[in-house]
Structure formats: C-alpha cells, structure tokens
DNA sequence: GAAATGTGTTAACGCTCATTAACCGAGCAA
DNA sequence: TTGCTCGGTTAATGAGCGTTAACACATTTC
C-alpha cells in the first residue's frame, strides 16, 4: 500500500508525508495528547477521518515519526564514523563529525528532536523498545569515540557525558523563536565549540 | 483555606504536599494528560474527586508545580549571587555557585526539572506568562555572570550558552534509572566539570 | 450539645475525541 | 460500459475523563 521510506526528498511530497511533517510540527507545538486528529486533517486540507486512508490510527503517526527518527539519527551517525575512519581520522576527526551531523539534526528537525524524547512514552512496547534499541546504539557510537579520546575516563562517566552533551546540542527549541541568535551557520558553530569544550574536560579531572 | 507555601520541610508532610509531590511524578513518567485525577488520589490514598478539597482542578496542580520550581529556581539563584559576591568572589566564583545550585535542582528535583520544559504548554495564559517571567530572570542572572567572564562573546551568543548549558545540566533524567553512574557526589563533579568545559569555549572563538 | 467546618465517599454528568460506518466521485483497467 | 480501487466526505459511536452533586462523618467552636 504504501512504500513508506523509498522517496528522494526532492520532488513534490506525497500527502503522506505532508501529514507526518504537519503532525510533527503540531506535536511538537503542543503535545501528542494536546492536538486533535481533525486539526491534523485540516493543516494538510483534509478533514479528520480522512487521515485513516493512510495511518491506522494517530499512534501510527507518532510511531513512525519516533522510528524514522531514530533510524536517521543511527544511519548518519554510522555513515560519518565509517567517512571519517576511511578518511584516516582520529577519534577526534570522528567526534567533529558526529558532532556536526547531529547539530544537523538539532537545527533541521528541531520537532523531531523534541518529540524524540517527549513523547517516547506514548509509544506502543513494542515501538517504544525499537525506538529505545536504536537510541542505545546511537549512544554506543559516541560512547566508543569518546572513550577512545579520553581513556582514563570511566565508560559510565563516558556514557553519562554523552547523554549531557544531547541535552546541550538539543537545547535549540528553547533558543526563542524569531531567532535569538544572527543565524544558523552561527548557532551551529556555538553549539559545536560548546559541546566540544564540554567534552574535552573529560580528561584530567576525578572520575566517579 | 491553604497557607501554600509557609512550611518548613521537615516535619511530616501535609496531604496537600503529598498530592503534590506524587502529581509531579506522574506527570514527569506519563505526561500531564496521561495521568488521571483517579491515579493521583490512589497515589496518596484518596479517591480521584477527594483532590478537589485540595486543589481548585487538575490544572491548578500543574500550575503550582511550575510555577514553584520556577520561583524556587529564580530565588536560589539570586541568592547564590548574593552570597558569592559578598564573600568579595569573582565572577568565576559566582558562576561556579550558580552551577552548583543548578546542579542541586537538576539532582534532587528530577520530575520537576522535566515538567518544567515540557509541560509548559498546558498552563493557563496567565500562569505561563509567569513561569515566562521567572524563567527569563533566572537566564539573566546567568547571562550576566557569564558575560563578566567572556566580554568578548556577544550577548545573543552568551543567552543561547546559557540555555544549552541547561539543557545539559538538565540531562539528568536521561542518565538511565537504575543509577549508570557511581553516586550523586560523582554525578555532581562530573556535570560541573562538563558545564564549566562548555562555557570555557567561550573565549577566543569567533562569534556570530 | 449544636452548629459549622474540613475532608472523605460514590454516583452522575457532560464534553472531548479517536475511531468506525456509510456513502460518493474520479480514474482506470478489462 | 462496467466495476474496482483510491482517497475523500459527514454522521454516529463509544470510551475516557475532569468535574460536580449529594451525602457522611469526625473534629472544632461557641
């Protein structure tokens, strides 16, 4: 019925798509419980129960919003640690490079980012263990780099940073919205030597 | 009918405060729709409508959670400030205390810290305007500390500092639950070193 | 000791809201 | 042309849930 992942992002989006970047955007905004499936229908020209001729139901949205997002954040995390390996990088040349894309991630899917760990608890077991399992394997990408950088650090201290350094580079919701900062190219700049600084402290100091 | 807030917190406990504080933990686990008036009350031993002695509504609950954590925040804040510039310390020294306090919040206050940013959404306009408010004080009092000490940062730059370095001080939820690090003290040390990392990236970089 | 007050209870109300039913027109294949 | 699929529509359904009503009972107050 549907193909689901296999589309360019170029190209005019399908309805399916647009309904899960206005259901997003809207959960995002004010919470999976806080909007309604016929204000979802209306943001994309449809009435309500129109929705079901693509999703199950409006659990099937968020599901698949928290998957694809977990996939991607996973897929390019392992891609750039493959790229800047293959390049002869160090951990260092590695840690920039996770670091950027996920700055990537921050600043072009700040809903998702949002979602990603709002409304984890929404999920159904089964989607939310997927979701949990992508996240972990996430997390062990950073974690392996990092320890790599600082191997006097403790793996649990490691771990603990990194989920930190998450909450750093996912502060940019809350960066108000007309745009605080002059522009992207600047915020993800801070944001890179901030996360940077703040990992480069793991070495020298009393680990736990 | 309430005092609301002129208790000294030994002492056992009032009802009010128990309904309280086993409020924000539900709706830090399952969100503020996804708990019922029902499971509060059998939290602390009443049923759901016996709340309503208590409090005008589930809403006022929610409200006086945030609104609480907020003045708490702001009130601490300012006082640390206080305290470490009379003592005739520096803006290292003030910034340093900030953090600790920050940190104190983060460790000790958990579901607050998380209903705080992600259930904003769900007050009253008037209560949310004053969370606003007390949130906004609370940054200044950070940002112009952290200017003291990074004069050459431009001021847009050092707000959104300020609020990633909330958003890794307040990462603490996600350290998973059974305890990934040692104990509190190591989990204290190593998010100040991590906070302080962060901002130390402030001088000598290129500003946007 | 009577009345007021504080704190519970259970039952009923009413609204919101996701989901389903029933129906319909446009393309398109045979 | 006939008939199937696709993607819509509006109306109905049914559950969940916050809130209020009506009542009960202890404790305090006068």
């Known amino acids: 019925m549907n193909d689901v992942v296999t589309r360019t992002p170029t190209a005019a989006p399908t309805r399916r798509e647009r309904i899960l970047q206005e259901a997003a955007r809207l959960f995002a905004e004010r919470g999976f419980h806080g909007v309604g499936v016929d204000e979802i229908g209306a943001a994309v020209g449809i009435s309500g129960p129109g929705l079901y001729r693509h999703f199950a139901g409006k659990d099937a949205m968020l599901s698949e919003l928290l998957v694809g997002i977990s ?33 990537d991630f921050a600043l072009d899917d700040r809903a998702l980012i949002t979602l990603h760990d709002r409304e984890l608890g929404q999920l159904r077991d089964s989607d939310r263990k997927q979701v949990r399992s992508l996240q972990r394997q996430y997390v062990e990408l950073w974690v392996e780099v990092v ?46 030597r901030l996360a940077l600084g703040a990992l480069a402290s793991l070495s020298g100091g009393a680990e736990g």
Chains 1, 2 share one sequence.
């Open 71 to 103: 996939e991607r954040l996973l897929a390019g995390g392992r891609e750039r640690v493959a790229a800047a390996t293959g390049e002869g990088g160090g951990p260092a040349a590695v840690l920039d490079s996770l670091v950027d894309g996920h700055i």
């Open 147 to 192: 320890r790599a950088l600082h191997p006097a650090a403790g793996e649990a201290e490691v771990r603990a940073a990194v989920h930190a350094v998450f909450g750093l580079l996912n502060s940019t919701p809350h960066l108000g919205r007309p745009g605080a900062l002059p522009g992207r190219d600047a915020t993800a700049a801070l944001l890179r």
